[in-house]
T-cell receptor, first 109, second 116 residues
Framework: GQNIDQPTEMTATEGAIVQINCTYQ??????LFWYQQHAGEAPTFLSY??LDGLEEKGRFSSFLSRSKGYSYLLLKELQMKDSASYLC??????????WGAGTKLIIKP | IAGITQAPTSQILAAGRRMTLRCTQD?????MYWYRQDLGLGLRLIHY???????GKGEVPDGYSVSRANTDDFPLTLASAVPSQTSVYFC???????????????FGPGTRLTVL
């Protein structure tokens, strides 16, 4: 079957760095998305990776290893507004998105 | 309007009643999707439409139906609501059914549905 695994919850301190991991098992692979979702709001796009390596976008970076079925989202210089859930989603061979359950990130002052 | 809208924002519904959740996008996207989101389960695809006039079943289609008469609108109907359909429902759209770096999904604000 197809599966996405990510931690349920993580806690970090304002100003610090946090890494949210995601492992995936899909029938075929055509890329991986990270979305951010604040409580009570819709998910919003953060990043997309299809090739191995690191994609940097300001304070946020996303890494992909296709051979390991692994990705991570790296958040630097954490701010209180980064408190949200982070959703990992892999694209399978039929171009359908397979979603993880999300990681709730709690930022403490 | 700009983007994707959903109505109603929230609804309390008696079991057995019929309900239609509305979704409209003005981005001229070809593909549209309906998801439900429940605690601990993440987003689950109910139905999708790759282009106007076509629809398909997702992971959890039972008890739901959709139609896609035009590009902009993609209503979701619960023919006879049951308490297990209590959830937050998100509509999304993308330029193409093929997800890629240029085809990320854009989400509406969601509808919170409670079935009693």
């Amino acid at each position: 079957g197809q599966n996405i695994d990510q931690p349920t919850e993580m806690t970090a301190t304002e100003g610090a760095i946090v890494q949210i991991n995601c492992t995936y098992q899909t029938s075929g692979f055509n890329g991986l998305f990270w979305y951010q979702q604040h409580a009570g709001e819709a998910p919003t796009f953060l990043s997309y990776n299809v090739l191995d390596g690191l994609e940097e976008k300001g304070r946020f970076s996303s890494f992909l290893s296709r051979s390991k079925g692994y990705s991570y989202l790296l958040l630097k210089e954490l701010q209180m507004k980064d408190s949200a859930s982070y959703l990992c989603a892999a694209i399978d061979s039929n171009y359908q998105l397979i979603w993880g359950a999300g990681t709730k990130l709690i930022i403490k002052p | 309007i700009a983007g994707i809208t959903q109505a109603p924002t929230s609804q309390i519904l008696a079991a057995g009643r019929r309900m239609t959740l509305r979704c409209t996008q003005d981005m001229r996207h070809n593909a549209m999707y309906w998801y439900r989101q429940d605690l601990g389960l993440g987003l689950r695809l109910i139905h999708y439409s790759n282009t106007a006039g076509t629809t398909g079943k997702g992971e959890v289609p039972d008890g739901y139906s959709v139609s896609r008469a035009n590009t902009d609108d993609f209503p979701l109907t619960l023919a006879s609501a049951v308490p297990s359909q209590t959830s937050v429902y998100f509509c999304a759209s993308s330029d193409s059914a093929e997800s890629s770096s240029y085809n990320e999904q854009f989400f509406g604000p969601g509808t919170r549905l409670t079935v009693l």
